[in-house]
């Protein structure tokens, strides 16, 4: 059973940091991609950033050079360092994990709002 535990959202004023982390059990194949995922009120879900398990990463172009995604593999879990953050990445921000990092079937999390004014 893959259960994946969001933590870190909160409130932030423009130009402020936060740290997301995801905490991921249960997922038992060695080659993987995990992915922080977010949706704004009325919008689709976006992916944000993404790590596959060779270490390869890859964001959107909305969040390059301000957000940076990392895992401990020895704490199984997956961060996301969010710098110079702006009203527009406001929304609720989930984890995810599949096998491909087309993420045709990802586990996901609860989420974690962050709200950025």
């Known amino acids: 059973h893959v259960q994946l535990v969001e933590s870190g959202g909160g409130s932030v004023q423009a130009g402020g940091s936060l740290r997301l982390s995801c905490a991921a059990s249960?997922?038992?194949?060695?080659?993987?991609?995990m992915a922080w995922f977010r949706q704004a009120p009325g919008k689709e879900r976006d992916r944000v950033a993404a790590r596959h398990s060779d270490g390869n990463t890859g964001y959107a172009d909305s969040v390059k050079g301000r957000f940076t995604i990392s895992q401990d593999n020895a704490k199984n879990t997956l961060y996301l360092q969010m710098n110079s953050l702006k009203p527009e990445d406001t929304a609720m921000y989930y984890c995810?994990?599949?096998?491909?990092?087309?993420?045709?079937?990802?586990?996901w999390g609860q989420g974690t709002q962050v709200t950025v004014s």
């Open positions: 249960g997922y038992t194949y060695s080659s993987y991609c």
């Open positions: 995810a994990i599949d096998h491909w990092c087309t993420f045709p079937r990802p586990n």
